[in-house]
């Protein structure tokens, strides 16, 4: 299976991330226990998109609370930060989901994604936020907060108990607006399970008030933006 390429950069995306948890009553559990046997499979790949250079890690491995759940797991960094040093680029990006491939993963995929936006040229990014960030509490007499400059939020569907998505969104300092997000998305890994990951969070990031996917240039350049959350790599490459 060929992995399909995904440029994170128009859709504003650092770090994505896709898992899937599997049970050990699941009958593909025996398959990835002998994919995994004594240590964690990890396979790295880099790849450019759009003069960009990406990096994708692939796992699978026991998970740390669970040691009767395996997880499989593909992520994609904008860039090589993560002190891996030069890793060659291979002839056919993605081989690595080819190898995760051979165990059909039909289980819910939980996905989490980073994005920032920075404040356009002439324009105001916090206009059309779903919350104002920063948020003055300097109308409120005696109050240990000056400002609220983040908030944490769920969406839910149709109202009910079931969660669309969660997410984390920061004013930093600077002039930028960082955004985390977490969802759930339907369908075994396949080529294009990345991409379709990518486009749903930029879908969030729109009805959360913040831009859609849009071209860059080259060279572009990003700060970090704040984690949240912990890499499941099974090294500790991102901060959490």
Do not use: W
């Not at 004013?171 to 294009?192: K, V, Y």
């Not at 859609?212 to 490459?237: A, I, W, Y």
């Amino acid at each position: 299976m060929k992995f399909t390429t995904v440029d994170l950069i128009p859709h504003h995306i650092h770090l994505l991330r896709v898992r899937y948890p599997v049970a050990p009553m699941d009958d593909n559990a025996g398959a990835l226990a002998d994919l995994v046997m004594d240590e964690p499979y990890i396979g790295v790949e880099q790849y450019r998109a759009g003069g960009t250079k990406h990096l994708l890690i692939g796992t699978i491995e026991y998970d740390e609370l669970d040691e009767d759940v395996i997880n499989a797991q593909v992520q994609i960094h904008d860039n090589d930060d993560l002190g891996l040093g030069s890793i060659p680029a291979p002839e056919r990006p993605g081989d690595l989901i080819g190898i995760m491939a051979q165990v059909p993963l039909v289980t819910t995929a939980q996905c989490y994604v980073e994005l920032s936006f920075p404040e356009p040229a002439g324009g105001n990014e916090r206009a059309g936020l779903v919350f104002p960030l920063p948020y003055s509490l300097a109308h409120v007499e005696d109050t240990p907060i000056d400002e609220i400059t983040g908030i944490r939020g769920v969406k839910k569907v149709d109202g009910g108990n079931r969660r669309a998505y969660g997410f984390i969104l920061d004013r930093t300092e600077g002039p930028e607006t960082t955004l985390s997000i977490d969802f759930e998305m339907e369908g075994a890994l396949a080529a294009d399970t990345l991409r379709r990951a990518a486009d749903r969070a930029s879908e969030i990031a729109t009805s959360l008030g913040l831009r859609g996917p849009e071209e860059r240039p080259r060279n572009d350049t990003r700060s970090r933006p704040q984690r949240h959350g912990r890499c499941l790599c099974g090294r500790d490459c991102v901060e959490p």
